[in-house]
C-alpha cells in the first residue's frame, strides 16, 4: 500500500491559460517555461517541466502536491459531483530534486518551491483538475481566485 511522505498546498499564477513546474535548476531544462507552450492538452509534459493548460485565461489557482512512495490512489474530486474535470498522466525527470511554478513572466516568486525526497529522479505524474467550467465563465469578467484548483501526485517511475 502506498504512503504519503509529504503534501504542499500553494497557489498558483495562471496567465494567458498556462502554468507550469519546472525543475529548480534551468540547466537541465533546454526550453524554460513559456517556450513551446500552447493552450490546449491539459498536461504536456517537456523537458525537466510539466505545462498545464488552465480553462481560465488570467486566475489564481490552488494546487495540492503530493509526493508518495509508491503509485497512490485517485483522491476523490473536492467538486459536488465527485468527479474531476480532467485527470492525466505523465512523467519528469527531476535533476535538482526541486520543482517551482511558472508562470508566463518567470518563476513564481511567492515560496513555491517543491522538494522532492530523490534527486535526481525520474518521477511518475498523476494530475487532476476540477472547477474549469467555473473558472472559465468568472475569468471572463473578473481576476477569480482559488475557483480551480489541482491535485498533483508524485511517485517514484519504475526504472
Known amino acids: 500500500m502506498a504512503e504519503q511522505i509529504k503534501r504542499l498546498v500553494v497557489p498558483v499564477r495562471v496567465e494567458f491559460y498556462g502554468w507550469a513546474l519546472q525543475d529548480w535548476d534551468d540547466d537541465y531544462v533546454p526550453d524554460t517555461f513559456p ?19 488552465s480553462a481560465g485565461h488570467t486566475h489564481r489557482a490552488d494546487v495540492t502536491v503530493e ?58 505524474v498523476r494530475a487532476m483538475c476540477a472547477g474549469r467550467k467555473e473558472v472559465a465563465e ?7 481566485h482559488d475557483v480551480e484548483c489541482y491535485v498533483i501526485q508524485f511517485w517514484p517511475a519504475a526504472p
Open 35 to 53: 517556450d513551446g507552450f500552447e493552450a490546449g492538452e491539459f498536461l504536456m509534459p517537456h523537458a525537466g517541466r510539466l505545462d498545464f493548460t
Open 138 to 144: 468568472l475569468a471572463q469578467h473578473s481576476v477569480p
Open 67 to 124: 509526493e508518495w512512495d509508491a503509485e497512490p490512489p485517485t483522491p476523490s474530486s473536492p467538486a459536488v459531483s465527485g468527479d474531476w474535470d480532467e485527470v492525466d498522466e505523465a512523467t519528469i525527470r527531476c535533476a535538482s530534486g526541486k520543482l517551482r511554478a511558472w508562470s508566463m513572466g518567470g518563476p513564481m516568486t511567492d515560496d513555491m518551491e517543491i522538494e522532492l525526497s530523490r534527486k535526481p529522479a525520474t518521477w511518475a
